[in-house]
C-alpha cells in the first residue's frame, strides 16, 4: 500500500506559482523519507522525474478521470494527499482517504477576484467536498483557523519552505541598487502599489529598477500589466515565468525584495528572499508577521509612494547578518514538513 500524492494539475505546463511549487517540493521530500510513495503527474510534465512518478494524461480533463486511468488502477492507494487542488469528486467516490492541504481561504475572503474557473474549483467545488476529506492542512496558524471557521471543520497546521533549491542560488551580486517583487500579477498582490514605487524610486538620481517576477494572472492589473511595463521601460522589468536558476539570480542581484500583497497564506517568495538575506519591505498583514524575517519592514497598506520608496532605501542599506539569515533559513524545511505529514497520516490509520 502506496501514499498517492496528485500532482496532475500542479505540473500542467506553464503553471508554477507557490502551490505548485509547494505541491512538487513536498513530494520530493516525501520520497527520500517514504520511497513507496508516488505522484500523478501531467505526462508533459518536465518536473519531477526519477522514482514514484507516475505519468498520466493531463490539464483539467486528466484530472478529472485520474481515477480512470490504468496506473491509478494498478497502485495499491493507501491515502490520496492534494497539496496543489482539490480531488477531482471521482477520486472521492473511491473513497481512499483524501489529506488535502489548502494554501489560503481568498477563495472565499476575496473570490469576487478570481475567475469563473478559478471560483468554481477553489470555493464552490472544494465547499461541497471537504466534509468528506480526511484530513484538511494549512500552512500557518493563521490560514489555519480561518478555515476552519469557514469550512466548519477542524484544520491542522503542516508549515511551508522555500519553493527552490535555495543551495543552487549564485554568489549574491549586489552590485547596484534594484528591487525584486515576485508572484502572480492578480488583484490580492497590489502591484499597483510596487508600479507606484518604480514611479517614486526613479523620480530623483538614477532609477532603481524594479523587477517583477510571476506569470499575468487576472484581474484589472493583468489586463493592463504590457501597457503598464511598457510605460515604465527602464523603471520596470517584467520577467514573466521565470525558471528556478533565473528567479536565484535576481534574488542575488536585487537589494530588496517587496511585497504589498492585500492578503496571503504564507507569502512562499518572501520566505525565500529573507532566506538568501535579501532586505525585506513588506505590508503589514498579519501573515507577515508571522512569516516574515526579523529585520523585515513593515509598511501600512496605506503608504504614498514617496514613503514606500523611501522605506525600500533606507532597509537596502541595512542588510542582515549571516547569523541572523541562517537563524531565519532553518526555520523552513520540507523534510519537517514531510514527516509531520506522514506522521499524520499514520495516527489518522491508527
Not at 501514499?3 to 507557490?18: E, F
Amino acid at each position: 500500500m502506496t501514499i498517492a500524492v496528485d500532482l496532475v494539475l500542479a505540473t500542467r505546463p506553464n503553471a508554477s506559482t507557490g502551490i505548485e511549487r509547494y505541491a512538487i517540493n513536498l513530494f520530493e521530500a516525501l520520497r527520500r523519507i517514504a520511497p513507496e510513495a508516488i505522484a500523478f503527474v501531467d505526462s508533459r510534465a518536465a518536473v519531477p522525474t526519477g522514482p514514484g512518478v507516475v505519468r498520466v494524461p493531463g490539464g483539467f480533463r486528466g484530472w478529472l478521470t485520474l481515477p480512470l486511468t490504468r496506473a491509478w488502477r494498478e497502485a495499491r492507494i493507501k491515502a490520496v494527499v492534494c497539496p496543489a487542488f482539490p480531488p477531482s469528486p471521482l477520486v472521492l467516490a473511491t473513497r481512499k482517504p483524501v489529506v488535502r492541504i489548502i494554501h489560503d481561504d481568498f477563495p472565499w475572503t476575496r473570490g469576487q477576484a478570481m475567475n469563473l474557473r478559478g471560483r468554481a474549483l477553489f470555493r464552490h467545488a472544494e465547499a461541497s467536498m471537504a466534509p468528506f476529506y480526511a484530513q484538511v492542512l494549512a500552512p500557518t496558524v493563521l490560514m489555519a483557523d480561518g478555515l476552519a471557521t469557514i469550512l466548519r471543520r477542524p484544520v491542522g497546521v503542516i508549515g511551508n519552505a522555500p519553493g527552490i533549491d535555495l543551495a543552487l542560488a549564485p554568489a549574491p551580486a549586489r552590485t547596484a541598487p534594484g528591487v525584486i517583487a515576485v508572484g502572480t500579477v492578480e488583484p490580492r498582490k497590489n502591484y499597483d502599489a510596487v508600479l507606484a514605487l518604480a514611479d517614486s524610486l526613479a523620480s530623483g538620481g538614477a532609477p532603481w529598477p524594479v523587477r517583477v517576477v510571476g506569470r499575468k494572472g487576472w484581474g484589472d492589473i493583468a489586463e493592463s500589466w504590457e501597457s503598464q511595463v511598457a510605460a515604465r521601460a527602464g523603471r520596470l522589468e517584467w520577467h514573466g515565468h521565470a525558471s528556478d536558476a533565473a528567479l536565484l539570480a535576481l534574488y542575488q542581484s536585487a537589494t530588496c525584495f517587496v511585497s504589498m500583497s492585500l492578503a496571503e497564506g504564507f507569502n512562499m517568495p518572501l520566505v525565500e528572499a529573507g532566506s538568501l538575506g535579501l532586505p525585506v519591505v513588506c505590508s503589514d498583514i498579519a501573515i507577515h508577521r508571522q512569516v516574515a524575517p526579523p529585520w523585515a519592514k513593515f509598511v501600512p497598506l496605506t503608504i504614498a509612494p514617496a514613503d514606500l520608496a523611501r522605506a525600500v532605501e533606507e532597509a537596502a542599506s541595512h542588510p542582515p547578518d549571516d547569523a541572523a539569515v541562517a537563524t531565519y533559513r532553518h526555520a523552513f524545511s520540507w523534510d519537517g514538513i514531510a514527516q509531520s505529514l506522514l506522521a499524520r497520516l499514520a495516527g489518522a490509520a491508527a
